[in-house]
């Protein structure tokens, strides 16, 4: 199992972001994808998933309207998509597959990931 | 801030034993048994060590173990080697949301 993601990006306030994250190794549709970043110097933060089979996604509520993610699955790609950046949203972006849901629900746990999208928002 | 409270460092010796804390409450780790661990070396994907308190995942060392009491969730890394220093975070699922510790700073002397 890999998961490539895409390279590194500066990004002017409240511009959008988009980081891709391509999956190999397993069938694509079979796990759902999620993305989890951290700030320098802070912990690690949930931003999402997506389900493969069915595109449903889940995201916290503080990340509701500002964070959309996507799939490919013609390419096994999966994206986050960030809006209205602002200088705190600098941070390590991580794309993970999901291990399992609870409920169908929200993920509980992260079996590979991808090595990391730093994403700077400078003015 | 994060949800989940973790000491901010640990260290040992090798082939000691240390525990990592994390603790959180009735909403998360001590309502359901579903807290993962997760090890961050610089520079490499993170790498899942336990999920839904104490499993492990095939290939991670038997060195590695999970518990839960209460509100609280440990690691615990037995016969620790250089290859361990790294950077370790929990989570747990929280009802409507998954949150995060804040990592600790596992450092073999």
């Known amino acids: 199992v890999q998961l490539v993601q895409s390279g590194a990006e500066v990004m002017k306030p409240g511009a959008s972001v988009k980081v891709s994250c391509k999956a190999s190794?397993?069938?694509?549709?079979?796990?759902?994808i999620s993305w989890v970043r951290q700030a320098p110097g802070q912990g690690l933060e949930w931003l999402g998933w997506?389900?493969?089979?069915?595109?449903?996604?889940k995201y916290p509520q503080k990340f509701q309207g500002r964070v959309t993610i996507t799939t490919d699955t013609s390419t096994s790609t999966a994206y986050m998509e960030l809006r209205s950046l602002r200088s705190d949203d600098t941070a390590v972006y991580y794309c993970?597959?999901?291990?399992?849901?609870?409920?169908?629900?929200?993920?509980?746990?992260?079996?590979?990931w991808g090595q990391g999208t730093l994403v700077t928002v400078s003015s | 801030q994060s949800a989940l409270t973790q000491p901010a460092s640990v260290s040992g010796s090798p082939g000691q034993s240390i525990t990592i804390s994390c603790t959180g409450t009735s909403s998360d780790v001590g309502d359901y048994n579903f807290v993962s661990w997760y090890q961050l070396h610089p520079g490499k994907a993170p790498k899942l060590i336990i999920f839904a308190v104490s499993n492990r995942p095939s290939g991670v060392s038997n060195r590695f173990s999970g518990s839960k009491s209460g509100n609280t969730a440990s690691l615990t890394i037995s016969g620790l080697l250089a290859d361990d220093e790294a950077v370790y975070y929990c989570s747990s699922y929280a009802g409507t949301n998954l949150v995060f510790g804040g990592g600790t700073k596992v450092t073999v002397l």
């Open positions: 993970a597959r999901v291990g399992a849901v609870v409920r169908g629900v929200i993920p509980h746990y992260f079996d590979y």
């Open positions: 190794g397993y069938t694509f549709i079979n796990y759902g």
């Open positions: 997506i389900n493969g089979f069915n595109g449903l996604t």
